[in-house]
């Protein structure tokens, strides 16, 4: 009986021992994870870029439509805010439908000629100061100073910005507090800033974000300066 003898220099095959197979299949996770981890801060980078353009596009509107928009006594005046989630301004006669205070609402984005949304659905909020939305006492070089303040945190105690006109923002990537696209309202904020600027009155937050936690804050806020709006529309001709 014959026998095979195997060369000097043969080699073998082993397979993956199951301590191998399950090192291979962490190492495997961790790099998934990793990678789902940076496409969902892309995502996230991406949407905020495209909401702050968006900001950008209505900001041009707002001001385009003062310069186009002649009140009855021939000063131009911004639109009221959409509070019926049709898209178009309420107004009632030459006021805003809430002429007792500064008018509320999403952004009448069917009257500016834009798109309605941020990049997470939202609708836009928009809060205007009754003295620069009257269609029959428009704005002038002797309008009433603006209330609008914007701050830096809650309670307002420094500000950003004050005497502003008008104020439009993104709830951002929670948007809690925004009246989302289908017309229904979202989960009310859990934070102060947040909460101011969802609470109607005429303060605002901006500021960086800050991660989930105690004071979380993703909004995207901005507003017109009274000194933008009359130079804008001084060079447009209607002022003064």
């Known amino acids: ?40 801060s892309q995502i996230g980078l991406r949407n905020t870029q495209d909401t702050r353009q968006r900001l950008k596009d209505v900001h041009e509107a707002l001001l385009g439509y003062a310069a186009t928009h ?21 107004r009632s006669g030459t006021t805003c439908t ?11 984005w069917r009257d500016l000629g834009i798109g ?8 836009f909020r928009y809060r205007v100061d009754r003295h620069f939305s009257d269609s029959s006492t ?22 950003v910005a ?3 006109p008008v104020v439009i923002l993104s709830h951002g990537t929670n948007g809690f507090g925004a009246i989302n696209s289908g017309g229904g309202v979202n989960l009310v904020a859990t934070s102060a800033d947040e909460l101011e600027n969802s609470n109607s ?3 605002f937050v901006s500021h960086t974000p800050t991660p989930a936690g105690a ?22 001709g209607r002022l003064p």
């Open 162 to 164: 004050t005497q502003i």
């Open 138 to 159: 428009g704005i002038a070089i002797n309008t009433p100073a603006a209330s609008l303040r914007v701050c830096d945190q809650t309670p307002c105690a420094t500000f």
């Open 98 to 108: 809430t002429p007792a205070a500064n008018a509320e609402g999403t952004l009448p």
């Open 116 to 123: 309605r949304e941020d990049a997470w659905g939202n609708r």
């Open 201 to 203: 009155n005429d303060d």
């Open 1 to 40: 009986m014959s026998s095979t003898t195997l060369p000097v220099n043969a080699t073998f095959c082993r397979g993956f021992s199951l301590v191998e197979l399950a090192i291979v299949l962490v190492v495997v996770s961790l790099l998934a994870g990793g990678l789902m981890t940076t496409l969902s």
């Open 70 to 90: 002649i009140a009855a006594d021939g000063h131009p005046y911004l639109p009221c805010p959409d509070t019926d989630n049709d898209g178009a301004e309420n």
């Open 215 to 236: 004071n979380e804050f993703d909004d995207l806020v901005t507003w017109i300066s009274p000194n933008i709006l009359y130079s804008r529309l001084i060079a447009a």
